[in-house]
Nanobody
């Protein structure tokens, strides 16, 4: 079963930066496009960023383009999210998972990592 261990969340002031990490296990990491998702209070989980299995392409939600950068290290089964110029609206619990988890009601999820951005 796929497992994810997210870390790096913190309380930060607006304009600050954080780097999130996610260690994945239980599946062949290098074969999957990986994504970061987030869920703000009283909102549904949303897709934030995606990177293909071979690092060749990335994509971002409109609200984070130019501020967030997703990357991965297939040798370490780890995906990262560099977040710069953080805004209060970025406050959420951040999760990593495969891109396919977006449409898989049976997907397993980690506990996530909390990001709080103060104004």
């Amino acid at each position: 079963q796929a497992q994810f261990a997210e870390s790096g969340g913190d309380l930060v002031q607006a304009g600050g930066s954080l780097r999130l990490s996610c260690a994945a296990s239980g599946f062949t990491f290098r074969n999957y496009a990986m994504s970061w998702y987030r869920q703000a209070p009283e909102k549904e989980r949303e897709l934030v960023a995606t990177i293909t299995s071979t690092n060749s392409m990335t994509s971002y939600a409109d609200g984070v383009k130019g501020r967030f950068t997703i990357s991965r290290d297939n040798a370490k089964n780890t995906v990262y999210l560099q977040m710069n110029n953080l805004e209060p609206t970025d406050t959420a619990i951040y999760y990593c998972n495969t891109l396919t988890a977006k449409s898989d009601s049976g997907a397993s999820w980690g506990q996530g990592t909390q990001v709080i951005v103060s104004s």
